[in-house]
């Protein structure tokens, strides 16, 4: 007597076949997947948020601590979909933290790896150590809006102030020279909003350690800047030309943009 599972496979392997079809024809997610990120919003000290770019507005978990233990859980709190509908930006608020402490993260759900992350809750330079001019630079940027974190870079021809300043999406990017002067000023945009040319140069150059992604408000040319990791610690970025989509430069957070 034949075995009674032979019907019964062929309608799964029916089945299958216009699932396959379906997901080649972009019907359905073969899975849902982390697009860009994580990356952090918040002052630094106790306040933090991870954002996350998908492709699913289901939600996403952080596990966070002060070890490799965790011990805490968060969820989404927010989500905020791209101009193009299709990504979703979520934002999970961490809660419970202390000032001057390291903290380890790792994401769950919309089939993030499980890669320990880390951050320190460590306050940056405060709003009024910093030049008068540069202050009244960052001010009439953040419009009201809280200035999050300030940096001090050393530069060969002087001081650089980036101030971190809240925004929807994730904190707006405002470089600022000792002089109160604008060197750039950029804000961040959802990587299914970027120009096709510039997604494809970005997957590229940056190799899947994709984090945050922000579009340039001051200079002339149509300018993006893609944050990522290498080694999945050293933060730095590359400059893409919308007319090239093509990476101009690629810089550490220390350095200056010779090009």
Not at 22 to 47: M, Q, R, Y
Not at 205 to 231: F, H, M, P, W
Request: proline share 4%; charged share 15%.
């Amino acid at each position: 007597m034949k075995p009674s599972v032979a019907r019964p496979s062929v309608g799964f392997a029916f089945v299958a076949q216009v699932l396959a079809a379906w997901i080649f024809l972009g019907l359905v997610h073969a899975h849902s997947a982390v697009i860009v990120g994580p990356w952090l919003e918040g002052d630094t000290t106790t306040n933090v948020a991870v954002l996350v770019e998908c492709d699913s507005a289901a939600a996403m978990t952080a596990n966070y601590g002060t070890t490799t233990n965790y011990g805490a859980t968060a969820v989404t709190t927010a989500t905020h979909t791209a101009k193009s509908g299709t990504d979703v930006i979520h934002r999970i608020k961490l809660a419970g933290l202390q000032a001057n402490t390291l903290y380890h993260y790792r994401l769950a759900g919309q089939g993030a790896n499980s890669a320990d992350y880390t951050f320190s809750t460590v306050p940056g330079l405060a709003f009024a150590d910093t030049p008068p001019v540069v202050q009244a630079a960052m001010a009439a940027v953040a419009q009201g809006r809280a200035v999050e974190k300030i940096e001090r870079v050393m530069q060969f021809e002087g001081p650089e102030y980036r101030a971190y300043i809240a925004d929807p999406l994730g904190p707006q990017l405002l470089t600022i020279d000792g002089n109160g002067q604008t060197i750039d000023n950029a804000v961040v945009i959802a990587f299914a909003d970027l120009p096709e040319a510039v997604r494809n140069s970005a997957r590229t150059a940056v190799a899947g350690r994709l984090q945050v992604c922000r579009k340039s408000l001051q200079r002339t040319e149509a300018s993006y800047l893609i944050d990522y990791t290498i080694n999945e610690e050293e933060p730095v970025f590359a400059l893409i030309l919308e007319a090239e989509g093509l990476v101009r430069a690629v810089y550490g957070y220390n350095e200056s943009d010779n090009d």
